[in-house]
């Protein structure tokens, strides 16, 4: 049976554990828990050690909700792609990449199979290491359904520069889903997008966005005659500060993915789009 595993150790979020199987895919995130750093031993603790431990459990039981795991029975259907990886990674091991950068953060990958384990960090374009994480991820955004899980990959996607930040989740009703952080060397691939926007309401999710330059405020200009329905956590202050920066009013921003949907469709009837 082949089983390939794939540990993602990325700099400023979750690690994670993804293992692809023959007839199972699976996801497991894993909480950053944080060090009691011996304080939970001591008999007596000072004012600001029992602080500071009161502060580390509550950080840790915080954390524990982001643990995640969902497994999936794979088909036919993806069994070539899971080949492809299979082969790739096979060739990996046999043949490593040599890499001699000097790197300070971004993400570390370790891929381990049957017959031994190799790892990489933060892979180049046109790499072997880079196509083999690349066709990982689009193998798990083809199986995963989860909102957690996809939301995770998403954030990690933003390591290995796959993509833009952003997709067309739905064309009917349109919802243009802007994800991870922005920078400004994405302003003029944004400001394209947005004027290839369709006439009619739509929808911003802002759900899994997590920053942005302010820089990048003038560049939503482009969009702010159109009907828009945004959809984010309203309970997250860094995203709503965003929002206002751009000038979104709190009247156009919901958290419910239905309530967007449904005040969107009736935008669009009202003006017999």
């Known amino acids: 049976m082949r ?4 540990n993602f150790y990325p700099s400023f979020h979750n690690s994670s554990t993804i293992k692809l199987n023959d007839d199972e895919i699976s ?15 001591k008999e007596k603790l000072k004012v600001a050690e029992y602080k500071r431990l009161k502060e580390l459990k509550l950080y840790n039981e915080n954390a524990q909700n982001q643990y995640w795991l969902e497994k999936v029975s794979i088909d036919l259907k993806v069994k070539s792609a899971l080949d492809d990886i299979s082969d790739l990674a096979q060739d990996l091991l046999e043949n490593p990449e040599l890499d001699e950068r000097i790197l300070l953060d971004g993400i570390n990958v370790k891929c381990t199979l049957k017959n031994g384990n190799f790892s990489y960090r933060s892979p180049q374009n ?12 689009s193998l798990l955004y083809r199986v995963l359904k989860s909102e957690q899980s996809i939301n995770y990959l998403e954030k990690i996607e933003g390591y290995f520069d796959i993509s833009l930040p952003w997709k067309i989740s739905s064309k009917n009703p349109f919802i243009f889903r802007i994800y991870g952080s922005l920078s400004i060397n994405e302003k003029e691939a944004l400001e394209k997008e947005f004027k290839s926007f369709p006439n009619e309401a739509l929808v911003l999710d802002f759900r899994n966005f997590e920053s942005m330059g302010t820089a990048l405020y003038q560049s939503f200009k482009f ?4 009907n828009i329905i945004w959809l984010a956590d309203i309970n997250n202050e860094w995203t709503m500060k965003h929002l206002n920066g751009i000038g979104v009013e709190r009247k156009n921003i919901t958290d419910k993915i239905e309530v967007a949907i449904k005040k969107v469709n009736q935008i669009n009837k009202n003006n017999g789009a």
């Open 3 to 6: 089983q390939i595993e794939l």
């Open 27 to 41: 996801i497991e995130i894993h909480p950053d828990f944080q060090s009691y750093q011996g304080l939970d031993k």
């Open 126 to 137: 046109q790499s072997r290491t880079f196509e083999l994480t690349n066709k990982s991820l």
């Open 223 to 226: 969009i702010k005659s159109k």
